[in-house]
């Protein structure tokens, strides 16, 4: 049976200027595929090509079969198989809100979320906030798999951030406090993907490491016995912590004093530290 892809061709001119989704410029160019992402140049178009090929020829295909308007366009990040687009049913909850049914995906009971309304790699807000949404099992790894798409679409970027599990994507109009689904588009998906190049599934807090103590230099006068029984030298150089009681419970000498050099001794036990 022969398959016929339509390619839609030109996108008519919009009437205000849109913006390129890899650098943010204006610009009335739509990818001729898709028509749902935009571009200033041939050159941004290439640079975002290996990450927008992967949904852009399906995208219009999925869009002339829309369902009921309880059903918005989303988008799946499954753990070992390439980004989908999904139709996510929205149901009422007991509280009169409606929430996305995401029980066909995400099995593994309650979930965590993350809202996207600004893009860090773009440094603008956007117009719609963006939702992930996952398992709880992101917060254990030893729980899920590892999410090799949402890896392979990061890949080439220099990010430390690995997620697990199943990721669903879904927007909502307006940014600070939307109420409405809409369907999610191909310029949400840049704005996804540069989301996940900056941010792990939940805050990492590392707690850095303590700064060294400040140490001074002393010389230890080590006894006859400790070179004879322990091969010690004579004079030995060591270092001495700040804290160490010497600085507070040390005599000097009336050797130091005429010397006018803070001179400090105390006595130690043999083979002491
Ligand atoms: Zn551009
Ligand atoms: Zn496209």
Known sequence: ??????????????????????????????????????????????????????????????????????????????????AQLIWLETRTGEEGHRRPDTSPWLSSGSEFSQRIEYDYVLDKPLLDAVYLTYGKDQTDSSKAPLNKCIRSHTATEATQYKWHGPVIAYAMQGNKNPTEYRDIDMKDFRHIINHFTLNGPQIELTIPPAPPEPTIKGIRINCIGDVAMFGKIHYEQIELLETDSIFTTASSSQIAARLELPLLTRFCVPHSL
């Open 1 to 82: 049976m022969a398959f016929q892809r339509t390619i839609l061709g030109p996108a008519p001119r919009p009437t205000s200027p849109r913006f390129c989704v890899v650098c943010n410029d204006p610009t009335y160019q739509a990818c001729p595929v898709c028509r749902s992402a935009y571009y200033c140049s041939a050159a941004c178009r290439q640079s975002d090509r290996s990450i927008h090929t992967r949904l852009c020829k399906t995208f219009f295909d999925f869009e002339s079969k829309h369902p009921p308007k309880t059903h918005f366009r989303a988008i799946l990040f499954p753990c070992a198989s390439r």
